[in-house]
């Protein structure tokens, strides 16, 4: 019984949420624009997490200061954009006063409404729709100006007579929104970028110790989920994080350090392929060998060979 009083909410059409906001039905039944400015949503919004059959992009004019990056960092205290993909839990016990936070606008997209449009397929490629709830887009001021005339311009198109380009424009309006987030998250890295650059060393140091205390005997090749939850973000925002400092995605750090710790231990041991691919956390020899070949155009063989 417990079990099922703590199980999330589920909300699979917009009626449903509407319903549970105590709003009115939606004028379109796979889109909807909420603007809030009566505190409305903060009133009725449900207590504990729910799950969303749809995309949801938020506007909040204030961000809790629970909401910072990675331990204790933010830019704007302003507010900015949140976004939870479908299948998504949002809010929670623990997000108390970030969940009653009010959003002045928020989008809410069925898949189906994309449905025939390359953007059904493109919508899956934004990372930030992944990210955690303390990895929001922390917006500047005219940042704030420029979202804020979109969702108004969606706002506009949705409550005016629908007609044959309706669908298109508010299509072209979603990715005009998606662009500018997508544009002023790499703002937000490079802001950050003491910040990102003191995760950086983290994060070699992480997979240095990993490798010193041999935990790939036992673990295997650290993942992606591995590191980034250990440094408190989500997989997506530490992929696009250091996709913006270094040009390489997480698996790609991770592909490097190995290539690293094999060359040192070609080098300077006498162990053999095999002993060396087992070291790593590479289940099979073979494996290793390909990825090494891949990465550095030699085989191990080759490679001790040469360096010898």
Not at 155 to 160: A, D, I, Q
Not at 238 to 247: H, I
Not at 257 to 264: Q, T
Not at 276 to 289: D, M, N, R, T
Request: with cysteine; net charge neutral.
């Amino acid at each position: 019984m417990k079990k099922e009083e703590n199980r999330p909410l589920k909300f699979e059409s917009l009626s449903d949420a509407h319903r549970a906001f105590g709003l009115p039905k939606p004028l379109h039944p796979l889109i909807s624009l909420i603007r809030d400015t009566t505190d409305q949503l903060e009133v009725t919004r449900p207590s504990g997490p729910h799950v969303l059959n749809f995309y949801k992009i938020s506007y909040r004019p204030k961000f809790s200061g629970k909401l910072k990056y990675g331990q204790d960092y933010y830019d704007f205290d302003e507010g900015g954009l949140l976004f939870a993909a479908p299948n998504q839990v949002v809010g929670g016990n623990n997000e108390a006063d970030e969940d009653r936070a009010c959003s002045l606008y928020t989008l809410l997209i069925h898949p189906d409404f994309l449905w025939n449009y390359p953007l059904a397929n493109k919508i899956g490629q934004y990372g930030f729709f992944s990210y955690s709830a303390n990895e929001g887009l922390h917006l500047s001021d005219q940042e704030k100006v420029t979202v804020i005339s979109v969702f108004q311009m969606i706002e506009l198109e949705l409550n005016s007579r629908i007609d044959d380009f309706s669908h298109d424009v508010i299509i072209s309006q979603i990715e005009l929104l998606l662009t500018y987030a997508e544009r002023f998250y790499k703002r937000q890295f490079i802001t950050r970028k003491a910040v990102s650059s003191n995760l950086l060393q983290k994060l070699e140091a992480l997979l240095d110790e990993y490798f010193t205390d041999e935990k790939s005997l036992s673990k295997g090749i650290p993942t992606v989920q591995y590191l980034a939850e250990t440094l408190n973000l989500s997989p997506s925002y530490l992929s696009d994080m250091l996709r913006s400092l270094t040009g390489q995605n997480a698996q790609q750090h991770i592909h490097q350090k190995l290539i690293e710790k094999a060359k040192e231990k070609l080098s300077t041991t006498s162990l053999s392929v095999s002993e060396v691919a087992y070291a790593l956390g590479f289940e099979h020899p073979q494996s290793f060998s390909k990825l090494f070949k891949t990465k550095t155009n030699l085989s191990p063989l080759e490679f001790r060979r040469a360096f010898n």
